[in-house]
C-alpha cells in the first residue's frame, strides 16, 4: 500500500482506495503562562496591577479573567497585595511590590488559550503615580506545569522594552489592551 492525497492505495492486490482518517487537531495555545515584569516606570522602585486578563484566538475581544496563580515573586508585601491578586480577577485587589525586581506570576485556568492580545489593569492610583506600570515586560505560555520562571518549557509569546503604553494612562483602574499584532 501507498499513501496519496491521505488515501491509501493498495498497489499488487488490486486498485482500491482507502479513506485515512484525519488526525486531530492539535490543542494550539497554551494551559500555564508566565507574567515576567522586569521594569516598571521610569524610578523603577515600585509595581503595581490590579489584575490582567488574556485574549483567545477563538474571541479575540473577550477577556479571559479570573486564574488561579501557581507561584510568584514579589517584594515582602505580605498577604493583601501579594502576586495572587495580580490575576484574580477582582478589580478590587492588586498586587504591589517595592524594591525588588523582577516580578513574575505563574498562572493557569486550566484551559487551552491562544493568546492574541492581553489586557493590563492599571493600578488604584494611577493618576498619582504612573511609574509603577511595567515597562519592561514578557508573556510566556507553556503547556508543562512548572513554577521555576526560568524552566526551559515557557516560549515568549510576546515581550516588550521600553514600552510606555500603561505608564501613559493617567486613569485610576483602566483596561489597557495590548494586541500582538
Known sequence: MIRFNNKLIRVNGGLAEYT???EPPTPSGYQ???WYVEMSGTNGSEFMQQDLA???ASAPSTK???FTSLAGKTSSNPGSENYPNGVDGNENSKWYSSGTW???VIFTNNNIINPVGFSYMTSNDQS???SRSPINYKLCGSNVSTIDPSDS???VIYQATDDLTFYNVRNNMTWV???FS
Open 54 to 56: 488574556l485574549y483567545d
Open 153 to 155: 518549557n515557557w516560549t
Open 102 to 104: 523582577p516580578n513574575w
Open 64 to 66: 479571559i479573567t479570573g
Open 32 to 34: 500555564y503562562f508566565l
Open 20 to 22: 485515512i482518517p484525519p
Open 128 to 130: 498619582a503615580v504612573n
Open 177 to 179: 489592551d495590548k494586541y
